[in-house]
């Protein structure tokens, strides 16, 4: 298992369009990618799910991925978090 921590910076923070993008780019492995927030919980692979957990500029969140191909999609998730939040 992989764990990502990462404070978003965006203005809107995670809202629909980077949103979308982190979706697609995760539905591309087999890997489980969770995310948590406080008490909340979401599958990342799920856009609304992913935008129901209300994460905002500043806010720190934590990413669990597991499964055969986690390597490789916690390289492409850094990646995406980076370039769009």
């Known amino acids: ?3 990502i921590e990462f404070t ?3 203005p809107n923070g995670i809202h ?3 949103a979308g993008i982190l ?3 995760l539905k591309a492995f087999n890997s489980k990618v ?3 927030k406080g008490d909340k919980n979401a599958d990342m ?3 609304l799910a992913l935008m129901g957990m209300g994460v905002k500029q500043g806010d720190t969140v934590k990413i669990q991925i597991e499964g055969d ?3 490789t999609c916690a390289a492409e998730l850094e990646k995406a978090l980076n370039d769009n939040f």
Do not use: Q
């Open 16 to 18: 629909a369009r980077p």
């Open 23 to 25: 979706v697609k780019a």
């Open 8 to 10: 978003v910076n965006d």
């Open 69 to 71: 191909d986690e390597e």
């Open 34 to 36: 969770t995310i948590y």
């Open 1 to 3: 298992m992989k764990e």
């Open 45 to 47: 692979k799920k856009l």
